[in-house]
Nanobody, 124 residues
Framework: QVQLVQSGGGYVQAGGSLRLSCTAA????????MAWLRQAPGKEREFVAT????????YYADSVKGRFTISRDNAKSTVYLQMNDLKLEDTAVYYC?????????????????WGQGTQVTVSS
């Protein structure tokens, strides 16, 4: 079992920035890929960004490319999501997740452990 604790999020005006953090209670998560996903009201949960176990491979959804950056610090068992130039459509509950595998992927079934979710609200 891997417990994930998220922090960050909140309210921000369009064009602003936020940083999300997700810390795994167990060090073994450092050997696993991690991901950030989001779910807006009435929509399905979608991948935002994923990162391999060592940070060598990343993926970004087209909607966030050039604005969001995923990174990780394995010494702290933490993954980050830096979100810049936020848009109204970025409003959602954001979740971090740990994969069963070391390589990053966008297959929901690969991610077994989930954070509690954090609300990000972008206002005009």
């Amino acid at each position: 079992q891997v417990q994930l604790v998220q922090s960050g999020g909140g309210y921000v005006q369009a064009g602003g920035s936020l940083r999300l953090s997700c810390t795994a209670a167990r060090r073994t998560a450092s050997n696993n890929a991690m991901a950030w996903l989001r779910q807006a009201p009435g929509k399905e949960r979608e991948f935002v960004a994923t990162i391999s176990w060592n940070g060598g491979s990343t993926y970004y959804a087209d909607s966030v490319k050039g604005r969001f950056t995923i990174s990780r610090d394995n010494a702290k068992s933490t993954v980050y999501l830096q979100m810049n130039d936020l848009k109204l459509e970025d409003t959602a509950v954001y979740y971090c997740a740990v994969s069963l595998y070391s390589y990053q992927s966008q297959t929901m079934a690969h991610y077994r452990y989930w954070g509690q979710g954090t609300q990000v609200t972008v206002s005009s």
